[in-house]
């Protein structure tokens, strides 16, 4: 209400910002109360939780701010009605004092050293400067005062993480814009969704990644026990050879060595003072009995492992080929299904899968999955049986299809097939096997994690993936 009875209907003449910091000035031609012109200046300090917005009257007198500071709650400054506004004061260098930056600079001072000492000295525009500095063997002062005097060019970079900066400061991956506001709206629209693309393929990576060496490891422990567990004739010699020599056994015998006829040898056992020659030899019994029955066990675990190991692998080859947030939350959701991530909260509406369709030169449509979810979707949901399936030869990679019943021409197979190699770990390789066939030949495979089939009457055409050309297709 202050603000709005004080500036409602003026003029903004300029803004600016004051001693080279955090702080925006606005200027005002304002009408005061009885109708004379004015200049009044609104003042925005963004430090933090010390943010502040200030109101000055003609002669930089502090009309009215949203924060005010009394002589008692701070040393530094006050900020009340009435008073001479006044800057916040610090030791740091003014960032175009060069002469008394050279000097600072002789001290050799450090990466956060430059930060704190130098006034509007980001992180990133000094890490510019030490490595331009050692990059092209020049003294520090003089990389500081080149990269200072860069021309305005807003500029964005593009790595592992997302920067941009007013001018170019950049080495590569750099896109320009005609202002500082054009790229900022980038910067929070479509980099931004670059940057949190980034972040969820990290995550699953790392977590699919750390689930295969996981299963990996359990199936080493359980081909150790798979080998003990089929060592377990020893309980029942063990047990033979006690009832073969009871006779000899003495109760309260603390062990007994016999002869083993099928060992042809001598053997050791321990017994149980306690128990009977046969208690001792029912004992071994039962050992053996539970040695045969987790032989069972750790065989069925260990194929149910084995399926686990060729799961993550198969995802890890998805995850590295995928750059769609889309599809990267499928594969995150397919993980929830399979109750190897937690539940998140549903909207309780169901997506159609976000595969990706082409188009050959004849108008045909060709589909893309680049995941599970999508792959079983269009092989055994949307496709119909005299459509046809492509897929590369014996390995991971993504169920193309070709919306079309008759047969197809040789433009139409290459397209499809171009299409199944890039989706796969073979994009980068030569002379990659393709087996295409008819949906009504495609068989799941039961009981497995991911979207393994079966097919018969396929044929194989051998593709050199063209990346170029792959990547200049348009998607619809």
């Known amino acids: ?53 200030i109101l000055l009257d003609p002669e930089r007198h502090i009309l009215n701010a949203y924060k005010h500071v009394s002589p008692f709650d701070s040393s530094d400054r006050t900020i009340a009605n009435g008073i001479t506004y006044e800057t916040p004061q610090d030791d740091k260098l003014p960032p175009t004092e060069y002469q008394a930056i050279e000097q600072f600079f002789q001290t050799e001072p450090s990466y956060k050293e430059m930060v704190d000492r130098i006034k509007g000295i980001s992180p990133l525009f000094a890490n510019v400067v030490f490595l331009k500095a050692k990059k092209e063997s020049k003294p520090l002062i003089e990389a500081y005062q080149k990269t200072m005097e860069l021309p305005i060019q807003p500029t964005i970079c593009f790595g592992e993480k997302t920067d941009y900066y007013y001018s170019d400061i950049f080495d590569k991956n750099k896109k320009y814009f005609d202002t500082l506001s054009t790229l900022i709206d980038f910067y929070f629209t479509e980099a931004s969704a670059l940057e949190r693309v980034k972040q969820i393929h990290k995550y699953l990576y790392q977590f699919v990644k750390r689930e295969y060496k996981r299963k990996k490891n359990k199936l080493e422990k359980l081909s150790v026990d ?132 082409y188009s050959d030169e004849f108008g045909n449509r060709i589909l893309v999955g680049k995941n599970n979810i999508q792959n079983n979707y269009l092989t055994h949901k949307y496709a119909h049986k005299n459509h046809w399936w492509f897929h590369v030869k014996e390995q991971t990679g993504s169920h193309v299809i070709v919306w079309v019943e008759e047969e197809l021409t040789e433009p139409t197979i290459r397209m499809a097939a171009q299409l199944a190699a890039y989706y796969s770990k073979s994009r980068h390789s030569s002379s990659v096997p393709v087996d295409y066939t008819r949906i009504r030949n495609i068989k799941k495979v039961p009981g497995m994690l991911g979207s393994y089939v079966t097919f018969t009457n396929q044929k194989t055409i051998y593709i050199d993936p063209d990346i170029p050309t792959i990547e200049s297709w348009q998607k619809k």
Request: glycine share 4%; proline share 2%; net charge negative.
């Open 1 to 53: 209400m202050f603000l709005r009875k004080h500036l409602e209907g003026s003029f903004i003449d300029s803004i600016h910002t004051l001693d080279d910091d955090r702080i925006i000035e606005v200027s005002f031609d304002a009408t005061n109360e009885i109708g004379d012109k004015v200049r009044l200046y609104l003042i925005y300090e963004m430090f933090s939780r010390y943010t502040n917005l």
């Open 226 to 357: 798979l080998r003990q567990a089929l060592d377990n004739d020893i309980w029942r010699i063990k047990g033979d050879t006690l009832i073969a020599n009871q006779h000899k056994i003495n109760r309260g015998d603390a062990s007994f060595k016999g002869f083993a006829y099928e060992l042809e040898s001598e053997v050791e056992i321990e017994l149980d003072r306690l128990l009977t020659p046969i208690q001792n030899a029912n004992k071994y019994y039962t050992k053996y009995k539970k040695q045969k029955t987790a032989v069972g066990f750790v065989e069925e675990q260990m194929v149910i492992t084995k399926r686990e190991i060729n799961y993550f692998q198969e995802l890890l080859d998805q995850i590295e080929t995928t750059q769609s947030l889309n599809d990267l939350n499928e594969i995150q959701e397919e993980l929830i299904q399979n109750n190897y991530l937690p539940k998140r909260k549903s909207d309780n509406k169901k997506h159609r899968p976000n595969y990706d369709t």
